[in-house]
């Protein structure tokens, strides 16, 4: 975090704690960095925060915010199959 090495093993962290970091330290002109954000506040079930940056990676590469987001649909509905 701004430059600085995290002392820990990132699976480590705690998935809430993961989710805060990733939306604090976005980049408005990564879009990847935007996505790890989008893909974590939705696994921590707050699917509204995640608008925004998927809204903002999406103006900046289309495909690559509709792609993540149809990936992430499929493999939510497989677990519900299940």
Not at 3 to 17: C, F, H, I, S, T
Not at 31 to 45: D, S
Not at 48 to 70: C, I, M, R, T, W
Request: hydrophobic letters at 55%.
């Amino acid at each position: 975090m701004q430059g600085n090495d995290l002392p820990l093993a990132w699976k480590q962290v705690a998935l809430e704690n993961r989710a805060a970091l990733a939306k604090e330290e976005v980049r408005e002109d990564d879009v990847q960095a935007l996505l790890i954000a989008a893909v974590h506040q939705l696994a921590v079930g707050n699917a509204n925060a995640a608008e925004d940056p998927f809204a903002k990676a999406a103006l900046k590469e289309p495909g690559a915010a509709k792609v993540a987001k149809a990936v992430l649909v499929l493999r939510w509905r497989s677990r519900q199959v299940l």
